[in-house]
Every structure is written in C-alpha cells, then in structure tokens.
C-alpha cells in the first residue's frame, strides 16, 4: 500500500481536534495524572461521567513509576489490596496486611483502566489557571507544556466543567492559582492552604482519605494534594491512600452530580 504523509497527518490533527472538541464542555476534569488522578479518572469513567485527565508530562504516572528511591516496588496495604484486584494488578503479601506491586505495572494498569473506561487523556498539558463565576471554579485555563516550558507569550484556551479533582501532587498548582489569584477562603482550618508535614505513613496514609472532600465549590481535593491542603504528613512510598483517595474524590462527585 502507498503511504501519503500528508494523510497520516490529517489523520493526526482531525482525530486529535475531534477529541479535544468534544472535551470543552465536562463534567468532571481531573487534573494530574498521578495515581490518585487515574484512580479518580477511571471511576468517573466507569460510571458514565464525561470525564478529561490533563497532565503535563509527556508520560502518566505521576510518582508511581520510581517505587521508593527508584526501587520500583511499591508498597500497598491491606485496605486498599481490593482496587489491585479490581485493576487486575498482580501483588505478593510481603508481611501480614503488607503487599508488594510492580510499580510499572501499576501504572501500565491503571493506564489501560482509564482508557477501556473511557476517559480522555491529555498529556503534555499543563493546567495554569482557573476560572470562578460566582464563588465556584467552573473550568480550567491550558496551555501546552512546551510553552510553558519556554516561557513563550502565547494565550491558553480555556474548558468548562462541573467539578475539577486536584490531583497535582505535592504541588497542589490548581489551588494555589485559585488562592493566590482570587484570595478565596478554602474549607481548610485557616481557609488558606495549610501546607504538607513531613513523613509519617501511618498517619499520612488515613488522613489523605479523610481529607479527599471539597475544597472550594466545584474544586475536590485528593492524593497527595488533599494532606497538602489539608496541613497532614507526607506518606512516602505506600500507595494505598492514593487509589483509596482517587476513589473516594471520584464517588462523592458521582453522587453530587447525581444530585445525592
Ligand atoms: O505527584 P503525583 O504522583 O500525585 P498523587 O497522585 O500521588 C503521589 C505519589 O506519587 C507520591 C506520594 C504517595 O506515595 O507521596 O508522591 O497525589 O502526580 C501528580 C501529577 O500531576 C501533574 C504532575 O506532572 C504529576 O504527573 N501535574 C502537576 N501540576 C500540573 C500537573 C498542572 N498544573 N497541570 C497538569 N498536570
């Protein structure tokens, strides 16, 4: 078969415009491709929920792929060893209520859980801004990561959505734009952001469940983002909390949009 170049990039440009088209009005935007996000991402997927994962790497995964110190194991306990299962994520029990995964293998799973679902992915961009309208965040402002990276003057486009999961990580970037550019008061005990503590797993893991919940209307909080917010300890290389986290973001905004 002959093989036209301009016809392979037609295929690119319409396919990919087609799918970012479709995504301008959402119902859910996650934002964060870490485990926390794809777990949320995947749920909301599954229950029907018109659903878009923005990330700024070129790669999803966040800090998964690295295990501990680039040991790339992980550790999961026993809590969360059912959404292994769920994913179909092989897993060994090192120590009783202790279960080792491949941390590539987690993410490859958690990869194919949010596609087969039905989620849209967008990677190499960056979310860099919010929008408010009347006391609610109601989308996001992107650009590409490359213009960000180059520092480049180049406007963003913007997408409307009913709720955003802030599952940027350690960095918390959605709410600290929206605090620092709207002087909003969060549902956190100073109203601000409380910042991380330092590690403390037994502790982290709990709390970062406890603390996936709205922060602000139309803003939910989770992973390593809501013990951010939240003021609560870092967990280091244990991953429970973070599926249990992305779940839990992932089922309170089912049922809100449910109007539960
Ligand atoms: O950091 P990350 O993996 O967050 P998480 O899902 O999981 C935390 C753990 O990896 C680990 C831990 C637990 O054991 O403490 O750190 O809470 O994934 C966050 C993702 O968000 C992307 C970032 O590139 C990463 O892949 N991200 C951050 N800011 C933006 C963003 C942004 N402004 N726009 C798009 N993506």
């Known amino acids: 078969m002959p093989i036209d170049e301009t016809v392979v990039s037609r295929a690119i440009i319409e396919t990919y415009l087609r799918k970012l088209t479709d995504c301008l009005e959402l119902d ?8 926390a996000g794809l777990m949320a991402a995947y749920r909301l997927a599954k229950a029907g929920v018109k659903t878009a994962l923005f990330e700024r790497k070129l790669s ?33 029990e090192y120590a009783p209520g202790y279960y080792t995964a491949d941390a590539v293998a987690c993410v490859a799973a958690l990869l194919q859980a949010v596609i087969k679902a039905g989620a849209n992915i967008f990677n190499l ?9 009347e006391g609610r965040v109601n989308g996001l402002v992107l ?29 918390t970037e959605v709410l600290q ?38 922060i602000y209307p139309g803003v939910l909080v989770a992973g390593m983002s809501a013990n951010a917010s939240f003021g609560s300890y870092r967990m280091g290389p244990i ?7 992305g779940a839990k973001a992932a089922d309170q905004v089912i049922k809100a949009l449910a109007g539960k």
């Open 28 to 35: 859910a935007a996650v934002v964060g491709g870490g485990p």
């Open 177 to 214: 734009v929206l605090v620092r550019k709207q002087d909003v008061t969060l549902n956190t005990p100073s109203g601000k952001l409380e910042g991380e503590k330092s590690l403390w797993a037994e502790r982290a893991e709990k709390t970062t469940v406890e603390n996936t919940r709205e």
């Open 125 to 133: 961009v960056s979310v860099e801004d919010v929008m408010v309208r």
């Open 239 to 245: 991953f429970g909390g973070m599926l249990l986290s």
């Open 60 to 92: 999803l995964g966040g800090g998964m792929w690295g295990g501990g110190m680039m040991f790339n194991e992980i550790v999961v306990q026993a809590e969360a060893r059912a959404l292994l299962d769920e994913l179909d994520i092989a897993s060994q």
């Open 143 to 171: 650009n590409w990561t490359a213009v960000e990276m180059a520092h480049l003057h180049v406007d963003p486009l913007a997408v409307s959505c009913r709720y955003v999961i802030e599952a940027t990580g350690h960095a």
